[in-house]
């Protein structure tokens, strides 16, 4: 009780006060926070590159210009050719997605299932299919169903516009940053501090480099696997799942159960479903024997068990954004500890009131 005093207790209420205020701002201003988040993604992922382009001799300035355009003009390509094929693909599906279409495709599962699982009652589908159907279908929410696609356009409109500008200020003052940062930080703390950030921005910097080439890889190779089986929908459904496989344990999952949706939508019954399955079977072996021990050799730093409680508990707290950011922010936690632990026990940081009692 002796070492309680007016500053410490001071101190710890001014820290509680800006850990109240911060987080009421990140709550606040969250879609911001979002943006400054993918900007600093896109920054990890580029900073290699420009780091390449400097060491050769090229104005860094001039190297992260250079290398923005070259995104953004890859990104306008991808929105002017890409995108309408896939918009294209999904009006097309979603005119063979109809009422009768879907209690066929029904009927069809529902038979197959009872007659290979027989404590199934019968029509456990199909009596459920009105209701999901009128729900799916509701007039009623049409306006916030028209309200939620208008935000959703108008936050693409403004990430368009935020993203690139401060992509462009992390590569260019990344450095500045991070020294204005540490300069707030006491010097006992400095070196523990330093380290951290190193080891954190390495780390994530080569997850995300690694699952972007990852996803990459998956998206083009189920699109041609799908496209030679002879599924109309194969480039949709091949950027999904290369979207899905960002997701460990689960994402595979996700690509078979769309790839069989959509084949046994796009021809009504299940001659596509077999093939479908065999391509992304191939994507998947593909992933685990050559992609996963190349890419992620240096990334991989957690147990299996480990990484697939903590999509769970990302699961539950956030659904799929959860499972997205689990790896990232428990990779933070999980060097965060480890070097606080390791300074403790070989710098003696923290223990200056054991210092002062001992002398």
Same mark, same amino acid.
């Given at each position: 009780?002796k070492?309680?005093?007016?500053?410490?207790v001071?101190?710890?209420?001014l820290?509680?006060?800006?850990i109240?205020?911060?987080?009421?701002?990140?709550?606040?201003y969250?879609?911001?926070?979002?943006y400054?988040?993918?900007?600093m993604?896109?920054?990890?992922?580029?900073?290699?590159?420009?780091?390449?382009?400097?060491?050769?001799?090229?104005?860094?300035?001039?190297?992260?210009?250079?290398?923005?355009?070259?995104?953004?003009?890859?990104l306008?390509w991808?929105?002017?050719?890409?995108?309408?094929?896939?918009?294209?693909?999904?009006?097309?599906?979603?005119?063979?997605l109809?009422?009768?279409?879907?209690?066929?495709?029904?009927?069809?599962?529902?038979?197959?299932?009872?007659?290979?699982?027989?404590f199934?009652?019968?029509?456990?589908?199909?009596?459920? $299919?009105t209701?999901?159907?009128?729900? &799916?279908f509701?007039v009623g929410? &049409?306006?916030?169903?028209l309200?939620?696609?208008?935000?959703?356009?108008?936050?693409?409109?403004?990430?368009?516009?935020?993203?690139?500008?401060?992509?462009?200020?992390?590569?260019?003052?990344?450095?500045?940053?991070?020294?204005?940062?540490?300069?707030?930080?006491p010097?006992k703390?400095?070196?523990?501090?330093l380290s951290?950030?190193?080891?954190?921005?390495?780390?994530?910097?080569?997850?995300?480099?690694s699952?972007?080439?990852?996803?990459l890889?998956?998206?083009?190779?189920s699109?041609?696997?799908?496209?030679?089986?002879?599924?109309?929908?194969?480039?949709?459904?091949?950027?999904a799942?290369g979207?899905?496989?960002?997701?460990?344990?689960?994402g595979?999952i996700?690509?078979?159960?769309?790839?069989?949706?959509?084949?046994?939508?796009?021809?009504?019954?299940?001659?596509?479903?077999?093939?479908?399955i065999?391509?992304?079977?191939?994507?998947?072996?593909?992933?685990?024997i050559? $992609?996963?021990?190349?890419?992620?050799?240096?990334?991989?730093?957690?147990?299996?068990?480990?990484?697939?409680?903590?999509?769970?508990?990302?699961?539950e707290?956030?659904?799929?954004l959860?499972m $997205?950011?689990?790896?990232?922010?428990?990779?933070?936690?999980?060097?965060?500890?480890?070097?606080v632990?390791?300074?403790?026990?070989?710098?003696?940081?923290?223990?200056?009131?054991?210092?002062?009692?001992?002398?």
């Amino acid at each position: 009780m002796k070492n309680i005093t007016l500053e410490r207790v001071v101190k710890s209420a001014l820290v509680l006060a800006g850990i109240t205020v911060l987080a009421y701002l990140m709550y606040y201003y969250g879609t911001l926070l979002g943006y400054a988040i993918i900007a600093m993604i896109f920054s990890y992922i580029l900073d290699p590159l420009v780091n390449r382009m400097q060491s050769a001799g090229m104005n860094r300035t001039f190297a992260i210009t250079l290398t923005l355009s070259a995104l953004i003009l890859i990104l306008v390509w991808i929105s002017t050719n890409i995108i309408p094929i896939i918009a294209n693909q999904m009006v097309e599906l979603a005119n063979q997605l109809n009422i009768e279409n879907i209690q066929n495709i029904t009927r069809q599962i529902e038979e197959r299932l009872t007659r290979n699982f027989t404590f199934l009652p019968e029509g456990f589908l199909s009596d459920n $299919l009105t209701q999901i159907v009128q729900n &799916l279908f509701d007039v009623g929410e &049409l306006p916030t169903a028209l309200s939620n696609i208008i935000g959703v356009f108008t936050n693409i409109f403004y990430a368009a516009l935020i993203i690139p500008f401060a992509t462009f200020f992390f590569l260019k003052d990344g450095t500045k940053i991070r020294r204005d940062l540490l300069q707030i930080v006491p010097n006992k703390y400095f070196e523990t501090t330093l380290s951290l950030i190193d080891k954190i921005e390495t780390r994530l910097g080569i997850y995300f480099r690694s699952v972007m080439l990852q996803s990459l890889i998956v998206a083009l190779t189920s699109y041609i696997g799908l496209s030679i089986v002879g599924l109309n929908n194969a480039l949709s459904v091949g950027i999904a799942v290369g979207l899905a496989n960002t997701i460990p344990y689960f994402g595979p999952i996700i690509g078979y159960i769309l790839s069989i949706i959509v084949s046994i939508i796009e021809v009504g019954n299940f001659s596509l479903v077999l093939p479908c399955i065999l391509a992304i079977l191939f994507v998947q072996m593909l992933d685990n024997i050559v $992609l996963q021990p190349i890419i992620f050799s240096r990334s991989a730093d957690m147990h299996p068990v480990a990484i697939l409680f903590i999509i769970m508990i990302g699961a539950e707290t956030a659904g799929i954004l959860g499972m $997205l950011v689990a790896i990232p922010i428990a990779t933070i936690i999980k060097i965060t500890f480890n070097q606080v632990s390791w300074s403790l026990n070989n710098y003696y940081v923290f223990r200056s009131g054991e210092t002062s009692d001992a002398g």
